[in-house]
């Protein structure tokens, strides 16, 4: 059954950056992996996704700054956030898909999510 836990969450200023992991126990690596956030009063919204030969998709609020990668060896999922602004503070979650599109469906597992705070 396959469990993920995100880490590298936490507090930067505005213009900072900050890598996020995900790893996870079982059998992923045919799976697309996605990142996912959500921010107090709205909904949980796809931020990136990525197959298993390393192909991407990413919400246009968070193209040029944040970029997303795997490494099957590792089972581990990743996010490095640059240039970030207060308007990217949110919880956020991986998640193991079965289909790609950055819509909250066909989701296999969540990660509990770690916190990402952004001040200006």
């Known amino acids: 059954q396959v469990q993920l836990v995100e880490s590298g969450g936490g507090s930067v200023q505005a213009g900072g950056s900050l890598r996020l992991s995900c790893t996870g126990t079982?059998?992923?690596?045919?799976?697309?992996m996605a990142w996912f956030r959500q921010s107090t009063g709205t909904l949980r919204e796809g931020v990136a996704v990525?197959?298993?030969?390393?192909?991407?998709a990413y919400a246009d609020s968070v193209k040029g700054r944040f970029t997303i990668s795997r490494d099957n060896a590792k089972r581990t999922l990743y996010l490095q956030m640059n240039e970030l602004n207060p308007e990217d503070t949110a919880m956020y979650y991986c998640?193991?898909?079965?289909?790609?599109?950055?819509?909250?469906?066909?989701?296999?597992?969540w990660g509990p999510g770690t916190q990402v705070n952004v001040s200006s």
């Open positions: 998640a193991v898909k079965r289909t790609s599109g950055l819509a909250a469906v066909d989701i296999v597992r």
């Open positions: 079982g059998y992923i690596r045919t799976y697309y």
């Open positions: 990525i197959d298993g030969v390393g192909t991407t």
